[in-house]
């Protein structure tokens, strides 16, 4: 099975940083990759597919890299809204395997 | 406009049985492949089961195989998990996903998710 290993697991930051949250899968899934944003007591919603194709209606400050086993999104300039968990999946083979979670809160 | 509406959801006892359903519309139901996703309380997201857009081909988690089943209703536009020998491990809301593209793809639309207890 493939394991998907996020990092940082929280990180703390203001209003106009610079974010980075990495994830690495324990054997290569191409640029089968997304990225999910969960917020308290709401349904994750879908942000990135493809590593790096950008869900309909999601800012242009949230992009998405990688290839293989390492993977990135980044927040360009988070905004007040961006605060939330952020998970990342393979979605390559089964059994399907998600991130544990980056947590990013105020600062 | 894509909607996805679990329901099913309750406080249930240790080795009982619960049967989730998964309400769909605004998109050809038969066309895509159908997923459970849960996540227990204060932890992260863990992929439960999918099932091909047919209702042919279906996938478990280790953790749920042999006691979960995932099924759907076309006709109804209506996924279902059935659950059994439930145990309190299994509490957390549960959330039923479209795939992106026919039987593979990521996870494009979520429902709401419906909570699941076990407990005596």
């Known amino acids: 099975d493939i394991q998907m290993t996020q990092s940082p697991s929280s990180l703390s930051a203001s209003v106009g940083d610079r974010v980075t949250i990495t994830c690495r899968a324990s054997?290569?899934?191409?640029?089968?990759l997304a990225w999910f944003q969960q917020k308290p007591g709401k349904a994750p919603k879908s942000l990135i597919y493809?590593?790096?194709v950008l869900q309909s209606g999601v800012p242009s400050r949230f992009s998405g890299s990688g290839s293989g086993t390492d993977f990135t999104l980044t927040i360009s300039s988070l905004q007040p809204e961006d605060f939330a968990t952020y998970y990342c999946?393979?979605?390559?083979?089964?059994?399907?395997?998600f991130g544990q979670g980056t947590k990013v809160d105020v600062k | 406009e894509v909607q996805l509406l679990e329901s099913g959801g309750g406080l249930v006892q240790p080795g009982g049985s619960l049967r989730l359903s998964c309400a769909a519309s605004?998109?050809?139901?038969?066309?895509?492949?159908m997923s459970w996703v849960r996540q227990a309380p204060g932890k992260g997201l863990e992929w439960v089961s999918t099932?091909?857009?047919?209702?042919?081909?279906?996938y478990y988690a280790d953790s749920v195989r042999g006691r979960f089943t995932i099924s759907r209703d076309n006709s109804k536009n209506t996924l279902y998990l059935q659950m059994s020998s439930l145990r309190a491990e299994d509490t957390a809301t549960y959330y039923c996903?479209?795939?992106?593209?026919?039987?593979?793809?990521?996870?494009?639309?979520w429902g709401q998710g419906t909570l699941v207890t076990v407990s005596s």
């Open positions: 605004g998109f050809t139901f038969s066309s895509n492949a």
């Open positions: 493809g590593a790096s």
């Open positions: 999946q393979q979605y390559i083979t089964y059994p399907r395997a």
């Open positions: 996903a479209k795939a992106r593209y026919g039987d593979y793809g990521d996870f494009d639309y």
């Open positions: 054997q290569g899934i191409s640029n089968y």
């Open positions: 099932i091909s857009g047919s209702g042919v081909s279906t």
